[in-house]
């Protein structure tokens, strides 16, 4: 059974900075591409980021390019998403996603998400 498990949310200041990490198991973790993705409050869902398999190639939603890094560790299935220089149009509930092996913004597995609160 595939599971994702999102941690690291929290209320932070604006600027500050945050470690999102997602824990998956039930499946081969480094054969699939991996997202986050976030949806603020009354929103639909926004992809944030993903990272390939091998976690050499990133890919960034224009308003966090520059301010946020995905990573993962495929020895220890997890991914990770680093927050810095937060605002507070960044709030929101943030879940890991494992991305459909063929098609683009396609996601077969979500967790249940973390929260992340920015506001002074």
């Known amino acids: 059974e595939v599971q994702l498990v999102e941690s690291g949310g929290g209320l932070v200041q604006p600027g500050g900075s945050l470690r999102l990490s997602c824990a998956a198991s039930?499946?081969?973790?480094?054969?699939?591409?991996m997202s986050w993705v976030r949806q603020a409050p009354g929103k639909g869902p926004e992809w944030v980021s993903t990272i390939n398999s091998g976690g050499d190639k990133t890919y960034f939603l224009d308003s966090v390019k520059g301010r946020f890094t995905i990573s993962r560790d495929n020895a220890k299935n997890t991914l990770y998403l680093q927050m810095n220089s937060l605002k507070p149009e960044d709030t929101g509930v943030y879940y890991c996603?494992?991305?459909?092996?063929?098609?683009?913004?396609?996601?077969?597995?979500w967790g249940q998400g973390t929260q992340v609160t920015v506001s002074s």
């Open positions: 039930g499946f081969t973790f480094g054969s699939y591409d």
């Open positions: 996603a494992r991305d459909h092996v063929s098609y683009a913004y396609v996601f077969d597995s």
